[in-house]
């Protein structure tokens, strides 16, 4: 599971750009057909773009599965880390473990 992961995480995985440690895992975890969960936590004036929309269709096609989680406004993010889906998050990770 990546999470939170930002609308840059997002696009650099979708792209297989791999210049971090843990972008590295996480792609070879999608190479080996790991069951992998990600969860966003960008703003709109990100998530609202086409190379977001076009990353999360192409992490969908690998059966990476992107959380569809609210959205909050450029520099309001902080007002919404309290309520981050931790929970739905971790379900859904298990959810997926267990299936494969």
Same mark, same amino acid.
């Given at each position: 599971?990546?999470?939170?992961?930002?609308?840059?995480?997002?696009?650099?995985?979708?792209?297989?750009?791999?210049?971090?440690?843990?972008?590295?895992?996480?792609?070879?975890?999608?190479?080996?057909?790991?069951?992998?969960?990600?969860?966003?936590?960008?703003?709109?004036?990100?998530?609202?773009?086409?190379?977001?929309?076009?990353?999360?269709?192409?992490?969908?096609?690998?059966?990476?599965?992107?959380?569809?989680?609210?959205?909050?406004?450029?520099?309001?993010?902080?007002?919404?880390?309290?309520?981050?889906?931790?929970?739905? $998050?971790?379900?859904?990770?298990?959810?997926?473990? $267990?299936?494969?």
């Amino acid at each position: 599971m990546i999470a939170p992961a930002t609308a840059n995480t997002i696009g650099k995985l979708a792209a297989g750009i791999a210049d971090t440690y843990a972008l590295a895992i996480a792609s070879e975890c999608i190479g080996l057909g790991v069951p992998l969960v990600v969860v966003p936590f960008a703003n709109t004036a990100l998530t609202g773009r086409a190379p977001y929309h076009r990353a999360v269709a192409s992490l969908a096609a690998e059966g990476v599965r992107v959380l569809d989680v609210p959205e909050h406004r450029p520099r309001e993010g902080a007002a919404h880390v309290a309520v981050f889906p931790w929970v739905r $998050a971790f379900e859904t990770a298990a959810a997926m473990a $267990a299936s494969a």
